[in-house]
């Protein structure tokens, strides 16, 4: 995949990620139910939201760092190893910053 296409996919997940956490953020802006069965339904349904703004957020912040090393060249390449990152892992998410080593040790918790 050629970089202008690998920077409009990019960017085209962050508009989309940017909409969900808009809408998100208007539904977590709803008033609380006065009706208490209906209140907790919506107090667990906004601690989802929650979460899921913050995921939404994280990969915004993801997709900024590989947009970044789009510019400088370096993506593609493990930024724990330098190795190229498999072009199936780059398929399937875009902006990791990890071979599948190295993402192997995130996962476990080690440090990559």
Avoid: W
């Avoid at 508009?15 to 969900?20: E, S, V």
């Avoid at 069965?37 to 667990?44: A, G």
């Avoid at 390449?77 to 399937?92: D, G, Q, S």
Wanted: charged residues 30%; contains cysteine; glycine residues 4%.
């Amino acid at each position: 995949m050629k970089n202008e296409e690998i920077e409009n996919k990019l960017k085209t997940m962050k508009a989309d990620l940017q909409r969900r956490r808009s809408a998100i953020d208007a539904d977590l802006g709803a008033a609380l139910d006065p009706d208490s069965e209906d209140r907790i339904t919506q107090v667990e349904n906004d601690q989802v939201l929650t979460e899921m703004r913050r995921e939404a957020a994280a990969q915004i912040t993801a997709i900024d760092a590989a947009l970044e090393r789009l510019k400088r060249g370096s993506f593609g390449h493990c930024v724990r190893c330098l190795a190229p990152i498999e072009p199936n892992r780059l398929e399937a998410i875009p902006y990791t910053p990890y071979c599948m080593s190295c993402a192997r040790l995130a996962d476990e918790g080690l440090s990559p």
